[in-house]
């Protein structure tokens, strides 16, 4: 399957490295906004063609497919324009700034009958996969503490007075965008969506969250999320049950699970990652598109709209 490339930067060389272990990736264009630089990343992938107008790389002939990893405010025009001309699209996480904007991915997608998915990486990896099996091993469910506190680079220029897109909200960015995301994905994914929301954020001079908090209020259960830009933790993530608590060493990155359970014993719920973790998303997103499924079973439509109406 023939990807074109939106985005070229740090998370697009990461999927290539990852996606190149499946025998049907393969690169067939790559678009920049200048020539030089779309050259020079295509240089390093050997691509041999290189777009500065959009429309005309989704009406070369050399895409069956489109991996966008633009800033996200970019993502529901450039996703909707690619599905208009019949290419499928994997779109980085967060897919979308809003529920009407997934609204309109959802609409482009059953209109012109084309796979569209997002990139959220951790849902369709062995361990999580393998995690949502087991989640009743530990009983009625009473919290999760989901949390992604990554201190960025970013912020120290931030300080010196240079501001990078990280913390640009008019390009859809932010802690909650950027990293919270990861902690409310997967809840959606195990719980649905929550009865009400409490939120909590600390916004930076640019109107940028640089850390927040939210806790989703469900029947009986509580969800504690925490995100941050502007500072660290090491603390792995963790479902209570009234069993045991399934502890997650990474939320955004799911590798080692395991469940304690009160009486002392614990069982690792941990699947071996034969690859990258962005592997198992084109794996997915492949799978979909050769059984001609406009949506992944794992990733649904619906999942990503929940999850955009909680980030809004």
Same mark, same amino acid.
């Given at each position: 399957?023939?990807?074109?490339?939106?985005?070229?930067?740090?998370?697009?060389?990461?999927?290539?490295?990852?996606?190149?272990?499946?025998?049907?990736?393969?690169?067939?264009?790559?678009?920049?906004?200048?020539?030089?630089?779309?050259?020079?990343?295509?240089?390093?992938?050997?691509?041999?063609?290189?777009?500065?107008?959009?429309?005309?790389?989704?009406?070369?002939?050399?895409?069956?497919?489109?991996?966008?990893?633009?800033?996200?405010?970019?993502?529901?025009?450039?996703?909707?324009?690619?599905?208009?001309? $019949? !290419?499928?699209?994997?779109?980085? *996480? /967060?897919?979308?700034?809003?529920? %009407?904007? =997934? +609204?309109?991915?959802?609409?482009?997608?059953?209109?012109?009958?084309?796979?569209?998915?997002?990139?959220?990486?951790?849902?369709?990896?062995?361990?999580?996969?393998?995690?949502?099996?087991?989640?009743?091993?530990?009983?009625?469910?009473?919290?999760?503490?989901?949390?992604?506190?990554?201190?960025?680079?970013?912020?120290?220029?931030?300080?010196? $007075? !240079?501001?990078?897109?990280?913390? *640009? /909200?008019?390009?859809?960015?932010? %802690?909650? =965008? +950027?990293?919270?995301?990861?902690?409310?994905?997967?809840?959606?994914?195990?719980?649905?969506?929550?009865?009400?929301?409490?939120?909590?954020?600390?916004?930076?001079?640019?109107?940028?969250?640089?850390?927040?908090?939210?806790?989703?209020?469900?029947?009986?259960?509580?969800?504690?999320?925490?995100?941050?830009?502007?500072?660290?933790?090491?603390?792995?993530?963790?479902?209570?049950?009234?069993?045991?608590?399934?502890?997650?060493?990474?939320?955004? +990155?799911?590798?080692?699970?395991?469940?304690?359970?009160?009486?002392?014993?614990?069982?690792?719920?941990?699947?071996?990652?034969?690859?990258?973790?962005?592997?198992?998303?084109?794996?997915?997103?492949?799978?979909?598109?050769?059984?001609?499924?406009?949506?992944?079973?794992?990733?649904?439509?619906?999942?990503?709209?929940?999850?955009?109406?909680?980030?809004?």
């Amino acid at each position: 399957m023939r990807f074109g490339i939106i985005g070229t930067n740090w998370i697009t060389d990461r999927l290539i490295k990852a996606a190149k272990a499946h025998p049907e990736f393969s690169i067939g264009a790559v678009y920049s906004r200048t020539t030089e630089k779309g050259k020079e990343f295509a240089d390093q992938y050997g691509v041999e063609h290189v777009y500065t107008d959009m429309v005309e790389m989704f009406q070369s002939g050399t895409i069956d497919a489109v991996y966008i990893a633009s800033p996200n405010s970019f993502h529901v025009e450039q996703s909707v324009l690619a599905m208009e001309h $019949g !290419i499928h699209v994997l779109c980085e *996480k /967060p897919a979308v700034t809003s529920a %009407a904007e =997934m +609204d309109r991915v959802i609409e482009a997608s059953q209109k012109y009958k084309v796979t569209y998915m997002e990139a959220m990486k951790s849902t369709v990896t062995p361990s999580f996969l393998n995690m949502r099996k087991n989640l009743d091993k530990i009983g009625q469910l009473r919290r999760f503490v989901f949390h992604y506190n990554q201190y960025s680079s970013r912020y120290d220029k931030y300080k010196e $007075g !240079i501001i990078e897109n990280a913390f *640009k /909200p008019e390009l859809g960015n932010g %802690a909650k =965008m +950027d990293l919270g995301v990861y902690c409310i994905a997967p809840i959606v994914h195990l719980v649905g969506e929550p009865d009400s929301v409490l939120r909590n954020s600390y916004l930076l001079s640019t109107g940028a969250e640089g850390q927040g908090s939210m806790i989703l209020n469900y029947n009986g259960v509580e969800a504690v999320i925490m995100y941050s830009k502007i500072s660290d933790s090491y603390m792995p993530s963790e479902i209570q049950g009234e069993n045991g608590i399934i502890e997650i060493d990474r939320i955004s +990155d799911p590798k080692h699970i395991v469940i304690k359970y009160r009486d002392g014993s614990t069982e690792d719920l941990s699947v071996p990652h034969e690859f990258d973790t962005m592997y198992y998303e084109v794996e997915e997103f492949i799978k979909c598109v050769n059984n001609n499924q406009l949506e992944s079973a794992i990733n649904t439509h619906e999942i990503s709209r929940k999850v955009a109406k909680l980030l809004e």
